[in-house]
């Protein structure tokens, strides 16, 4: 559907394009590529952590032999030891109508020119180095791209739709403390349950402390709006400060003030977080999370795992129970407090973070960026020379 207005409007471009970068879950773009003689690049949304992962237990059919899907099973040939099971890490291959177009991305992926992620190398070298290896293509880690642009501007404009003006946001985090608030956010896509919600803020709320709560508009029930209306929003007024809606997520995690961040690990939050040396409490709920909650909490170690019940789901199937108020609660104080341990856990996220700025600011990630440049150009020259002499 899209091919053919793309070729179009490509074609009527001068000077012509030396490179098309697109995304993994557009195969089709090979197709143009070679219908205008140049180079294709693939993007990967995911971590390398996660398409290492994958691509190893989907090249040795790995766990599928399991009866049970939350059995742990090894993923083979990883840098080091690394358990999965298949009723979370691994659910997104399972979702219908996905084994086809996995199965195009990745014949289109297979006469690529390289790949490139939103990553750097200093997080991910090995993932990076075993992931090149397994499919013998250059891997460039460009990233984290939410560092390209440091202007306060664009930091609102990427969630300029809020119930809160940013300057408010900006003045709440100014009159907090140092590391002391707990920014709480889910991504864009998944949804809580009312109780789920009102579990969350009663936990926040016992937690006593100061925190920011983004609950996206299709999550906002009755039942919600009363119980926030109702005694919640008062009896935490001068320590909470809930955005309906969206967020301006950088603006909020690059804040002095705020110390910890719960997040469902997506990896485009997960790296933000990592990118401004915020530590994280992780509550994954589909595709990549699970597995980047791994190296989060488990590799990085600059995360508390959200204790879930998974014996209710287990048995029921109902995600209803899966959390407490109880167990926020303690998630949060560890975060934020847990002693000598929590100390350790702040430093790593803080030297982290440190990496990621330097990667960006003229490192190992500036560096990437100009050899896959100059990698597609070159092999630009050579189609243009092939051309010729055909």
Known sequence: MLREPLLVYLRQQWPKPSCIISDSCTPWTREVARELRVPRLVFHGPSCFFLLCTHNVSKHKSGGHLADAFEPFLVPGFPHKLEVVRAQSLKFFDYPGWEKLRDEAAEAEASADGLVINSFRELEAAYIDSYQKALEKKVWAIGPVCLSNNETGDEVARGNNTNVDENHIRNWLDAKETGSVIYVSFGSITSHSSSHLIEIGLGLEASKRPFIWVIKEKEMSPEVASWLSEGFEERTSWRGLILRGWAPQMLILSHPSVGGFMTHCGWNSTLEAVSVGVPMITWPHFADQFVNEKLVVEVLRIGVALKINMSI???????????????????????????AEGEERRKRAKELGEKAKKAMEGGQSCEDLTLMIRHALEMDSRTDIQTSEG
């Open 313 to 339: 789901f287990r048995i029921t199937g109902d995600s209803e129970g899966l959390i407490t108020r109880e167990e926020v609660e303690k998630a949060v104080s560890e975060l934020m407090d847990g002693g």
